[in-house]
Every structure is written in structure tokens, then in C-alpha cells.
């Protein structure tokens, strides 16, 4: 099993930054994508950004040029993602949900709300 414990959301202004972190430990060894999904109230969850070994990276296209992804595996018993979300927008408005792929699994962790006020 692998946990996952997000932090870094909260209430920001448009145009602000937030940064977004996620711990993952337990069985992290086999960990292969990692990234952050979000759902706004009655829409689907989708995906923000995913970061594979190796470092390539995939984003939404709504907020390209603004988020970061970007991951820290250096440790043997906990990996880390962050994302580092700049000129915030109202629309960005929901709960970020860190997830992480293992031997073709899904893991979720509890989820973080994002609010950016106009």
C-alpha cells in the first residue's frame, strides 16, 4: 500500500501562488507517474500535471505556463511532489487530489482544497 498526505492548499487571491506538496511512503518502490488531479464542485476530476521518471512532464492545457510539477525521489522511504501553481485564477477554484501510479494501481491521497477568490 502506498500513503499519501497532501498539504499547501488554501485561501489565495487571484493572481497569487500556492504550492502544493505531497508525501508518498510505504510501498514507494515501483512508483511510476505521480501528479495532481483537481474536481470542482459538479464537474469530474481531472488531471492538472503528471511527472514520470526521467522528468518529462504533462500538463493541462489550461494551466500551462502557470503550474509546476516537479518531483524529489531521492529519499528510500518517502517521495515527494509538488506543484507550484502561479498567477492564480478563480477557475483554479477546487480540491486537488495528489496521485500516484504503482505497478499499474491508483493511489489517492485525501485531498486539498484550492480556493482563489476574485
Known amino acids: 500500500q502506498v500513503q499519501l498526505v497532501e498539504s499547501g492548499g488554501g485561501l489565495v487571491q487571484a493572481g497569487g501562488s500556492l504550492r502544493l506538496s505531497c508525501a508518498a511512503s510505504g510501498s514507494i518502490l515501483g512508483i511510476n507517474a505521480m501528479g495532481w488531479y483537481r474536481q470542482a464542485p459538479g464537474k469530474e476530476r481531472d488531471l492538472v500535471a503528471r511527472i514520470v521518471p526521467g522528468g518529462s512532464t504533462h500538463y493541462a492545457d489550461s494551466v500551462k505556463g502557470r503550474f509546476t510539477i516537479s518531483r524529489d525521489n531521492a529519499q528510500n522511504t518517502v517521495y515527494l511532489v509538488y506543484l507550484q501553481m502561479n498567477s492564480l485564477k478563480p477557475e483554479d477554484t477546487a480540491i486537488y487530489y495528489c496521485?500516484?501510479?504503482?505497478?499499474?494501481?491508483?493511489?489517492w491521497g485525501q485531498g486539498t482544497q484550492v480556493t482563489v477568490s476574485s
Open positions: 496521485n500516484v501510479v504503482r505497478w499499474g494501481f491508483n493511489y
